[in-house]
């Protein structure tokens, strides 16, 4: 009994602290995220190796059907040539606020991405993690998950 009181106890305060209205300082940290995703996205559309690097931390992994495994941002970076990527948010991007240094941005977008050949066209729906580091916000991990039609 104890152990259900204490799970449902953590669960109660997870959904109620997620209710609270954004600060100031969370909106600031939120316009801050959704620009840095933006340039990020620019930077794959433009084959822009330098801001790639500079706003994804050394231990970044993507996950996406067209790479086909997990890759880091060397793996990302080395294959950049065969990459042709365009996005176009359907949804408005949401982020959560995991803490003062890490959130989760999402949205849903429709992909026409083309790698080795291969392409992927459609609606997805992406997620990146993104973490503080020296006053800076970079994404540690990013997916796509290809929705239905």
């Known amino acids: 009994m104890r152990i259900i009181l204490a ?23 939120i316009e801050a995220i959704d620009d840095a995703v933006g340039k990020l996205n620019e930077a794959f559309d433009a084959h822009d190796v330098a801001t790639i690097k500079a706003l994804m931390t050394e231990d ?4 996406t059907e067209y790479y086909g495994t997990p890759q880091s941002v060397s793996g990302q970076i080395g294959s950049l040539a065969e990459l042709k990527y365009k996005q176009t948010n359907l949804s408005e991007p949401t982020v959560v606020m995991l803490g003062p240094d890490a959130a989760v941005w999402t ?13 992927l066209v459609g609606k997805a729906f992406l997620t990146s993690v993104m973490i503080k580091r020296n006053g800076k916000w970079l994404e540690q991990m990013f997916q796509v998950t290809r929705l239905a039609p």
Do not use: M
Request: aromatic share 2%; proline share 2%; hydrophobic share 50%.
């Open 107 to 119: 949205a849903t977008a429709d992909l026409d991405v083309t790698f080795e050949g291969k392409s």
């Open 7 to 29: 799970a449902l106890s953590i669960v109660i305060l997870t959904v109620t602290s997620g209710c609270a209205p954004a600060s100031n300082n969370d909106v600031a940290a």
């Open 60 to 63: 970044h992994v993507t996950v």
